[in-house]
């Protein structure tokens, strides 16, 4: 299979990987620094007692990041990861889906949309459709 049977296609996904990557990565960086901010120094302690619900999101919040991270190198594992994520921390609060979270689902879904197409572009060039 050739990855270029379709040169028009080419810029287009690589637009939107990139796109996805820098997203992803400013989000990394930024939820990244909050976590290890929170675990590091006195300031972070909790107004009251966290409940389950709070260590679910915690806890899917960190998969979701991790996610994003494998999605660099496999784009379709780590955005199912991400958005599967993101399902369950909506489950326990639907408040997770109001930006600036929002952006960790809509990171995962344009890692989702390149895969898609490289795998839409690589299906055409082999059947002889492109």
């Known amino acids: 299979m050739n990855n270029f049977a379709n040169p028009a296609a080419a810029p287009i996904i690589t ?3 990139w796109s996805a990557r820098i997203l992803s990565g400013l989000i990394m960086l930024f939820w990244g620094f909050f976590l290890v901010a929170s675990l590091v120094g006195d300031a972070a302690r909790s107004s009251r007692p966290l409940a389950t619900g709070d260590y679910i ?3 899917t919040l960190v998969i979701s990041l991790a996610g994003l991270g494998v999605a660099w190198k496999w784009e379709f594992i780590g955005a199912v ?4 994520a993101t399902l369950i921390a909506a489950a326990v609060n ?6 600036p979270p929002a952006l960790i689902p809509f990171a995962a879904s344009l890692f989702l949309l390149c895969w898609w197409m490289n795998r839409t572009r690589r299906i055409n060039s082999a059947s002889g459709l492109s």
């Open 15 to 17: 637009g939107v990987r």
């Open 57 to 59: 999101i915690l806890v």
């Open 81 to 84: 990861v991400t958005l599967a």
């Open 94 to 99: 639907w408040r997770v889906l109001v930006f």
